[in-house]
T-cell receptor
Framework: AQSVTQLDSHVSVSEGTPVLLRCNYS??????LFWYVQHPNKGLQLLLK??????LVKGINGFEAEFKKSETSFHLTKPSAHMSDAAEYFC?????????????FGAGTRLAVHP | GAGVSQSPRYKVTKRGQDVALRCDPISGHVSLYWYRQALGQGPEFLTY????????KSGLPNDRFSAERPEGSISTLTIQRTEQRDSAMYRC?????????????FGEGSRLTVL
């Protein structure tokens, strides 16, 4: 079965410092992985996705993630945090066992950015 | 419309009442999903439609929950005899095709509170 584990429920950084949100996955086949972001009172927005092409994936707003098969990880990073990055972030894996793209979400990491 | 539209955005009801939540997907999207997100958790899959066919309802928690998409466009999630534990954010998502790892587009959700 496909699953993801987000290792931190809360991360707090200062504006201008790097961001690291950690995610490990479990998959019985080569996975498709995603990061979604949820701002308060907004819908979920796709940040980036990995689908077995380049292992370093670049997304919107300066975020990127690296797929590491040996570590079963898909951590999300950003070199310099902005106040507007404060939100909840979800690591997600696709489960295609039913013949369609069923997304399995992690529990989420709440990112706080302080001045 | 430009995005996935859900209504009502907020619904407060008394225990025992029935509620209906509506989802209007992006025009042309054949796949439609319902997810439920409890406070502090990631979204959990409820059900999936391919056009009008409900192809997976394995995530519906019990027989009080049902969903339909009669014309392959707008979908309704109905909860009968609501209970306090049904309180959550209910999210709808759509995508343009079934056999793809492409992006799911999420609506802003319907927040249900059962008193």
């Amino acid at each position: 079965a496909q699953s993801v584990t987000q290792l931190d429920s809360h991360v707090s950084v200062s504006e201008g410092t790097p961001v690291l949100l950690r995610c490990n996955y479990s998959s019985s086949y080569s996975p498709s992985l995603f990061w979604y972001v949820q701002h308060p009172n907004k819908g979920l927005q796709l940040l980036l996705k990995y689908t077995s092409a380049a292992t370093l994936v670049k997304g919107i707003n300066g975020f990127e993630a690296e797929f590491k098969k040996s570590e079963t990880s898909f951590h999300l990073t950003k070199p310099s945090a902005h106040m507007s990055d404060a939100a909840e972030y979800f690591c997600v894996v696709s489960d295609f066992s039913g013949g369609y793209n069923k997304l399995i979400f992690g529990a989420g990491t709440r990112l706080a950015v302080h001045p | 419309g430009a995005g996935v539209s859900q209504s009502p955005r907020y619904k407060v009801t008394k225990r025992g009442q029935d509620v209906a939540l509506r989802c209007d997907p992006i025009s042309g999207h054949v796949s439609l999903y319902w997810y439920r997100q409890a406070l502090g958790q990631g979204p959990e899959f409820l059900t999936y439609f391919n056009y009008e066919a409900q192809q997976d309802k394995s995530g519906l928690p019990n027989d009080r929950f049902s969903a339909e998409r009669p014309e392959g466009s707008i979908s309704t999630l109905t909860i009968q005899r609501t209970e306090q534990r049904d309180s959550a954010m209910y999210r709808c998502a759509s995508s343009w095709a079934r056999e793809t790892t492409g992006e799911l587009f999420f609506g802003e959700g319907s927040r249900l509170t059962v008193l």
